[in-house]
């Protein structure tokens, strides 16, 4: 059973659960700017596995570390950024792989 299957939306749900991992790693003294790149990852990660909006999920999960690391300080919001700069090239490269390419040269009678 998911997040779905219970009428939930797997973009905010994605917001939320990186808000509350990043706020978790500062109170008990993690590196937040890790703990954001790794949860950001992992929501990306599992929505490509059940085909979700892989974009969607990362704006709102990119959103949901800052948003939280914000709470936090300066400090925080440096590092998570730094740490979601390399997640979210990743996520560019696996999305523009996927869509077909474009042919170039002249279009095709029909």
């Known amino acids: 059973m998911g997040i779905s299957d219970v009428g939930g939306d797997v973009v905010s749900m ?13 109170e ?10 790794w ?21 709102e999960a990119v959103s949901g570390a800052i948003e939280a690391a914000g709470t936090i300080g300066n400090m925080a ?15 560019k490269e696996a999305a523009s792989s996927l869509l077909p390419k474009i042919q170039t040269g002249p279009i095709p009678e029909n």
């Open 14 to 26: 994605a917001g939320q659960t990186v808000k509350v991992v990043v706020k978790g790693a500062a």
């Open 39 to 59: 949860t950001v990852d992992g929501v990306i990660e599992a929505t490509r596995e059940i085909g979700g909006n892989t974009e969607e999920v990362a704006k």
């Open 28 to 37: 008990i003294g993690a590196d937040v700017g890790l703990v954001a790149g």
């Open 77 to 91: 919001v440096r590092s998570a950024m730094n740490m979601l700069v390399g997640v979210i090239e990743g996520v």
